[in-house]
């Protein structure tokens, strides 16, 4: 069974104290299967935000745990900020990663809170998804009033608490905890310190919009429904609640945004329709903030959202698509962004090591040249494969902005996407094959002693070698693929970058020739023949293809070069 992952993402009503925050999250790595990914601390706010993973048992114990200590060191009666709260602890969401549905999200969020309830006497209210009454799936509606209404609401047979008991703690107000999507913080900086106008352009945008009045907008009568509740006008964009506020840290107001589907109104959509708004009232964005981690999906839509209005190739790098969003967006206008510690995924990855794509050319060379047996043949046809479409997809690039065929943009960025998924797999195929030879090794050096060991060292050494055989297989069929998108730029690109597709088309197929030979030397020991008769004719068929292929590329070459 596939472990399960939720995502943790508590409030505290401290930014400014770095030891006291310090205190809250050392309680949260004491539990060792939580990994802690992000901490966000903002003074004007005076609000942390912290962000850590792991298997929901693991991340219940450590959410308690530092909802405990922040109950013991945190006064919310000395306490003073920009953003709403009502508590030491002001919220605690638990969002579901992975292999975890939400109904059971919810179960361990009502776990936490009956246990903070119980155990620490703090009273508080289940939101969103683990809202017990419709009206407190909203957090705004639970946090009505704020720190200072809370003594007199939690007396209110209205506001008793889903969880701890009915009388205000003075020290550590009251915790909000609830179970929801994947929601993005996120505040656009602009150039005035107006927080009137700021509000304006978030009731502009935010779902919830304004309420409506008769005459002028701000000083009209409000317009009533029959409950006598006032009637909203709707923003421009859903699953959007947005504040505007003035940042004294800063000396600039903001509109602060939570995206809470950023399937339906991604970030660079917000972006955007703040742009146009801000620029109707006379106001400027210079840029944005995103507070603790985003996903890296979000950011390659924007990236390549913003690629694609300049009418650029989307067949980049990830790290470049990610660069353009960064700087499209503004988000370094306040403080430095650094990827690889804002990016959840990034933070998820288990660094592996040794890795050979990660060397530098030297260091490869040297590698491949040293007296140990790994990298081989294997893993350098895997890495002129990645080469050789390295080179078309650079063709395509240089095609798809080249002056005068503005209209051709699109057809040659379709052919770099392409190129880069290819090149991504073929880098993948450079560890993944010197791995496979490694577990040959390993299985040949089980033990034989008894009957049972040696049926077991012959099974691990027949998966081993299967395994050996279809790494290389796999670089025969990418790089096979790979022919395809160097034939069309050498076909259809620019004329002056005909040589650099051409080496790439002799790079691809040396690395299916390359590849094929390690196939042929993997087979040569094993039993399973329906297996290896299915490998050998289908490789010998690419095998031959790629020799066409290359021999068709070059002949452009040496067409181009007598016109």
Known sequence: MKKQLIECVPNFSEGRNIHIIKQITDQIEKVKEVKLLNVDPGKATNRTVVTFVGDPESVIEAAFRAIKKASEIIDMRCHHGEHPRMGATDVCPLVPVSNISMDEVIEFAHRLGYRVGEELGIPGYYYEYAAKSPERKNLAYCRTGEYEGLKKRLIDPEWIPDFGPARFNAGTGATAIGARDFLVAYNINLNT??????????????????????????????????????????????????????????????????????????????????????????????????????????????????????????????????????????????????????????????????????????????????????????????????????????????????????????????????????????????????????????????????EADKNARKKAIREATKKAVEVPFNVMKVAMDSMEVIRYVAEHGMKSSLSDACVGAIAANAAIRGAYLNILINCKDLEDEKFKTRILTESERIKNEAVKNENEILSAFDKNLKE
């Open 193 to 450: 310190t107006s927080t009137r106008r700021a509000n304006a352009i978030a009731f502009d945008i935010r779902e919830k919009g304004r309420i409506k009045r008769e005459g002028d907008p701000l000083t009209g009568r409000i317009i009533r429904d029959k409950n006598g509740d006032p009637v909203y006008e709707p923003g421009t964009l859903k699953n959007v609640k947005g504040i505007g506020w003035y940042i004294e840290e800063y000396g600039i107001a903001q509109l602060s945004f939570n995206l809470t589907n950023i399937s339906e109104t991604p970030i660079h959509v917000a972006f955007e329709e703040a742009v146009k708004k801000a620029e109707l009232r006379g106001v400027r964005v210079t840029g944005s903030e995103l507070v603790g981690l985003v996903p890296l999906q979000a950011m390659l839509e924007a990236g390549r959202y913003f690629l694609t209005r300049q009418q650029r190739s989307l067949g980049i790098p990830e790290e470049e698509v990610i660069a353009i969003a960064i700087k499209s967006l503004g988000l370094e206008e306040l403080s430095p962004f650094n990827p690889r510690e804002r990016i959840i995924e990034y933070m998820l990855e288990e660094p592996e090591k040794d890795c050979l794509v990660d060397m530098n050319l030297t260091r490869f060379a040297n590698a491949s040249s040293s007296e140990s047996v790994t990298p081989g043949g294997g893993s350098v046809a895997a890495y002129l494969g990645a080469l050789g479409i390295s080179l078309g997809t650079m063709v395509a690039n240089i095609s798809s902005h080249k002056r005068g065929w503005d209209d051709r943009w699109e057809e040659f960025s379709k052919q770099a996407e392409q190129g880069e998924k290819l090149k991504v797999k073929l880098l993948k195929l450079v560890d993944a094959d010197t791995k496979a030879f490694r577990e040959i090794i390993e299985a040949r050096r089980l033990p034989k002693t008894s």
